[in-house]
């Protein structure tokens, strides 16, 4: 009989054991206050309903107001997730040393950094199911077929590596405070002049060319033609690729965990 070996064996536990635990684990962190839930879900769903009614309000151009103003509601909730909530949270998590600990465990960082970017891509998902929902019933009328959404799920990603990037790049670089106010900041500037919900040719045109350039705008914009006519134009998917290249190049040199 083979005598039964008792004898400690140490180790890690398996990788993607590891990462679904540290992704549970950021899901919890981006959900557990209602700050966050305001952000996520409440800012953008009381705007689409109020959408429906905003041409009284504000010069939305062709096109019934709620097939203008979803696209633009969806981005919203894209920036919320990938920028604002991440940012924020990422900076108390440097702020307290938590970024640190997690540093020397034996997930890599760049496992704890996949950890984040699932999460915020998990949250996006019920975000853009709950609101596409809500703006279905409203009346919205996207175009047919399969394709938008692809190219939805297309922008969603690029709109999210764009953002998050900016995100991580002011919480690894700015103390906690200033990426406090700093994202909050953003998210308003972007959400009043960014072309977010409002169509960017309703802009002065003097600024039409600059806030292009915007991931804000591109995403939006990205949306928007892509529900009205079936796929985003090109330069939509220029600007947020090169966002993403740009400030993922910033973050990596720059990006510290204490």
């Known amino acids: 009989m083979t005598p039964l070996d008792l004898s400690p064996a140490p180790g890690a536990a398996p990788r993607g054991a590891m990462l679904r635990s540290q992704t ?18 409440v800012i953008p769903l009381i705007l689409l309903l109020a959408g429906t009614r905003s041409d009284r309000i504000v010069d939305l151009g062709p096109g019934r107001p709620i097939d203008v103003i979803t696209p633009g509601v969806l981005a919203l909730a894209v920036l919320s997730t990938s920028f604002t909530s991440l940012a924020i949270a990422t900076g108390f998590e440097r702020r307290y040393g938590v970024l640190k600990r997690l540093g020397a ?47 939805l799920a297309l922008l969603a990603v690029l709109g999210t590596s764009a953002f998050g990037s900016l995100a991580l790049l002011i919480a690894g670089t700015l103390r906690a405070e200033a990426t406090l106010a700093l994202a909050n900041l953003v ?64 973050t990596t040199r720059s990006f510290t965990w204490e």
């Open 187 to 250: 998210y308003v500037v972007l959400l009043v002049a960014g072309a977010v919900l409002v169509p960017l040719d309703r802009y002065p045109d003097a600024a039409q060319s600059v806030l292009a350039l915007l991931p804000s705008a591109a995403l939006a914009e990205g949306l928007r033609d892509t529900f009205a006519a079936g796929a985003p134009h090109w330069s939509a998917l220029a600007v947020l690729a090169g966002w993403t290249a740009v400030a993922g190049l910033l």
């Open 105 to 151: 465990s034996p997930l890599p960082r760049s496992g704890l950094v996949i950890g984040k970017i699932t999460a915020v891509v998990l949250v996006e998902v019920a975000q853009l199911a709950l609101l596409s929902g809500v703006a279905l019933l409203l009346g919205w009328e996207p175009a047919a077929g399969v394709l938008p959404w692809l190219w």
């Open 24 to 41: 549970a684990m950021e899901l919890k962190l981006l959900l557990r206050n209602g700050e966050q839930v305001l952000l996520t879900i």
